[in-house]
Structures are given as C-alpha cells and as structure tokens.
C-alpha cells in the first residue's frame, strides 16, 4: 500500500540526521575534502568490531571516487561488494542473478543522479524483481521532495552527500536488521509449512504433534469425530482439516453452531422442511445435512442440542436418512459426521441432559485438543503466522515482536486460548507506534498469569452450594461486564440454562443482546 505524504514526513524525521550539503558551485572542494576525511575515517572503522555474518552489498555510483570510498567502507564492514558505475548495468546484471545470491544480498546502496536511469528510476524497476531488499539512496541534491518520492517508491533509508562514514554505518546496520528479519521470518514460514502445519493448523509442542499423527490416521476414514476443548482451542479448524485431508475434500464441508440458532428454526435448517410444513413454508427447502451429502458436516457446540433434535440425529446416524419437516418421505444422505464441544458430555449424561447412546454414536474417534496455557512452545510460531495475515489483511507493515514482549505471552494462562491470542496479536500489530510490538501493546489481559483457584481465601464462611452457585455466577456475569454468551461459556453451561437460573445480565451491551 502506497504512504500518505503524512507518513512519510515521519519516516523522513526519523532518518538519520545526515548534514545539509554545500552549494552546487562547491561540491567539488567540498566532496574532495570530505572523501579524504572520510578515507582515515574508514581506516579506522576497519580496526573495529566487524559484522560477523559476511553479507553481499551492492553499489552503485557514477563518480568513480566516491565509489571506490563507499566501496572501501564497505568491505570494511565484513561484506562482499560488488559495486557499478551505472544503475542500468547492475539492474541487467541483478536481474540473472539467481535465487541464492539475493539471500546473500544485505541491500543495496544507489546514487540518485546517474546517467541513463536515476536512483529513482533503479528503486522503481528494481522493485519488480525484488521488493524485500532494503535500497539505500545517496545523493548530494537532497530535498523532502525527493526524500518523499524516493520513499513512496520503496527506498529503505535516505542519506545525503557529503555523509559521515559512521552514520553511514548506522544506516547499513538498521538496512541488515531489517534485511536479517526478513530472511528469519522467510525461514520461519518456511518451516512452519514443512514441520510444524498440517492443513493450516500450526504447533511444534509434543500435544500438537500427536494431534498431527492422529489426524493422518483418521482423516481418510469414514468414521465419525468428536472434538473436545475449551473454547478458543481451534475446533472448527480441526474439523476443517479433518475435511480437507479426507477423500470427501472435494465435496461440500457445511458447519453449524448449535447453541447460536433457536431450538425451534435448528431442526428446519438441519433436515429441512417442505412445503406447507409451518405458516411461512411457502415452498420446500433443503437442509444443510442433505447439502452435505458426500461431504462433511461439523456440529459444533452438540453439547447444547436438545434431547428432542438429539434423538432425531442419533436416528440420522442408524438410518443414513433424513426426514425434512412435515415430510414422510425419507431421503438417504451420505455425510461424515464432526462434532465438537466445550462441555463434558459424560456429565451431560449422568445428570440427563445429553443421550448415552448418541455420545457413543458420535465419540467413534475421540480428538481432544489441548489448551493454549498446555502448549506454551506453540506460542512463538502461532504469533509469527498471525503477524503475517494479519499484516496483509489490513494491509499495514509487519512488526517484530520484542523479547520482553513474548516473555508476557509466554507467561499469561490464555483462558480464551487461541482466539484470545489472534485477538491480542492483531489490536497490538494495528495499535503499536515502534517498529517492534512491546509489552505495553499487550492490552487484552492482566501483567501477572492467573493463579490456582485458593478456596481457603475465597471463602470466609461456609454456605449452601445453591447460595455459593447464585454468587460465582454473579461474580462471572460482573467479570464479563454482563456478556452472557462469554459468562456462560467459562461456567460451561448453556445461554439458556444461565436464564433458567434467573440471571439476566444486567449492565450487558446492546450488542450482545
């Protein structure tokens, strides 16, 4: 995405501050004088610490002096040069260069008056080849006019002539950061696409690698799947994987949230209805159940189906058949079966809120996928990927995560798991001022990691349980600012049954309502 004129003011102001240069009519003098201060001034540097990564630098100049100099302090610094007189020449010669040499290529520095194609000219065709090597622009006819053109048409940094060697130095370093980064997050990528992803899910801890190893084995059956995990963990996306790595992949894979649609409307769009079925049925529909057909249909939240639709599914899993509503004509369906729930189903059954014989119809391949705060080595990679899209969705630059700020994340429980994670990663990337996320970008959760629930502190006095109940719902409705769908998903109960006990989350936003 292009900058405003407004942004690349503060990139102009953050620049290094390179001295103003002299008059057109003495430039000679001047640079002359320069050149042989800066010649001992390299001499010198030479002496000093060196960078210990041996990079390739290219470098272009029309003035042969100048050339050799930036040339010698170049090479001074620990990188190989390869230098020309001629931004067209060492465009041509770029332009055969194969992929090994430009991950050797640090950056490249350019005069910007150079016969036959200018600085500008080289950054704009160059950019065409390679838009992930930083170019430096040098030139002693410095003007904002042309720092803002240079930058809006992708230079890394702009210096001007006469320029002292070591800010010249600072500016190489902050163009090798930047390049080193880019070369880490290629090599990153790359790696979490060979070893660490399996159909768009990312890990690299032990729990997420027998995650991989089970999805290879039940992937290409038929059988049904109930995934279990709070909430957060990535159901959906383990069930999408479990489509998209099975022979029906190419079929149809159609999901839905049980507990986000009405008792009453969930039958009609699972089995459809026909004609006349209800007041408003003025013509047949298909449901999704049958729009799946050789494909995969994931149930997410089943542990909220109701006992009346539980038996009329457990009826699709004996038969293969689906009766749309007000219909008696049965039609045979062939879909593979994913479910997946926050809740514990085999508590459902002994307190008779969920059928014992639907649990074992649909729990044939158990999954359970691990919380975030289970599989803290999965965090780096995890926030690496998000940066990454989440940077191109909203088409803004990518940020570096700092030590200290990954220290927090490592060391936060993450009750909302993967998705609170995504969610932090993203306000952070959109919010954060620096070229790095820090600490103080981290605004989704509290400094300290949550502690073990202390019942001894809590609890001053001894009460029923109905009483401690009324008031830790009270506590959690106050906690989630009255949001009763996130209320009720940490008390692992239903929307509906938080109502039935007379909790109606007052102070709740509009929203959410």
């Not at 001499?43 to 990079?55: S, T, V, W, Y």
């Not at 041509?92 to 194969?98: A, G, T, V």
């Not at 940094?157 to 600072?170: G, S």
């Not at 926030?383 to 899209?389: M, N, P, V």
């Amino acid at each position: 995405m292009p900058l405003t004129d407004a942004e690349v003011g503060q990139i102009v102001k953050s620049l290094p501050n390179c001295p103003t240069p002299p008059p057109l009519t003495e430039l000679g003098e001047a640079e002359g004088a320069s050149l042989t201060t800066n010649r001992l001034e390299a001499r010198g540097l030479m002496e000093g610490e060196m960078i210990q990564m041996k990079n390739r630098v290219v470098v272009i100049d029309d003035d042969a002096e100048m050339l050799s100099l930036v040339q010698e302090f170049v090479s001074s610094q620990g990188y190989e040069v390869d230098s020309f007189s001629r931004a067209s020449h060492a465009l041509e010669w770029l332009r055969q260069k194969p992929e090994e040499y430009f991950a050797q290529l640090s950056f490249v520095i350019t005069d910007m008056r150079m016969p036959e194609l200018t600085g500008i000219g080289f950054i704009k065709q160059f950019q065409q080849v390679r838009r992930d090597i930083p170019i430096i622009l040098a030139t002693a006819f410095g003007s904002i006019e042309t720092a803002i053109e240079a930058m809006r048409e992708g230079a890394f940094d702009y210096v001007t002539k006469p320029f002292q060697l070591k800010e010249l130095a600072v500016c190489f370093s902050r163009a090798r950061d930047v390049r080193n980064l880019q070369a880490e997050n290629q090599t990153l990528r790359a790696q979490v696409q060979q070893d660490w992803s399996v159909a768009g899910i990312i890990g690299k801890s032990r729990s997420m690698k027998s995650l991989f190893a089970l999805l290879g084995r039940v992937a290409p059956t038929s059988a049904h799947v109930l995934i279990t995990g709070e909430s957060g963990t990535g159901k959906e996306l383990v069930a999408r994987a479990i489509h998209n790595l099975s022979p029906r992949k190419e079929q149809r894979f159609q999901a839905i949230n049980c507990s986000a649609i009405p008792e009453t409307l969930l039958e009609s769009e699972l089995f459809g209805f026909s004609k006349g079925a209800f007041t408003g049925a003025n013509q047949s529909k298909k449901g999704l159940l049958a729009d799946a057909d050789k494909g995969t249909f994931f149930l997410d939240e089943i542990g909220d189906l109701s006992l009346p639709l539980q038996a009329k599914l457990l009826r699709f899993l004996q038969d293969k058949e689906i009766r749309p509503v007000g219909s008696n004509i049965a039609e045979k369906v062939d879909v593979r079966i994913v479910a997946a729930t926050h809740k514990d189903l085999s508590q459902g059954i002994v307190e008779g809120w969920f059928r014992e014989d639907l649990f074992y119809r649909l729990n044939v391949i158990p999954v359970n996928l691990p919380p975030l705060r289970d599989r803290l080595d999965d965090i780096q990679i995890l926030t690496a990927s998000f940066i990454s899209r989440i940077a191109a969705n909203h088409g803004i630059p990518k940020k570096r995560l700092s030590p200290a700020a990954l220290k927090r994340l490592m060391s936060y429980s993450w009750p909302g798991n993967v998705r609170q994670l995504e969610n932090t990663i993203e306000r952070a990337l959109v919010l954060a001022q620096g070229e790095q996320i820090q600490p103080e970008d981290l605004l989704d959760f509290e400094d300290a990691p949550q502690k073990d629930f202390d019942v001894e502190l809590a609890f001053g006095q001894l009460m029923p349980l109905k009483q401690l109940t009324s008031l830790y719902i009270d506590y959690v409705l106050k906690r989630t600012s009255g949001k009763k769908e996130e209320a009720a998903r940490i008390l692992g109960i239903s929307r509906r049954t938080l109502y039935r006990r007379g909790h109606d989350g007052q102070g709740e936003s509009s929203s959410d309502s």
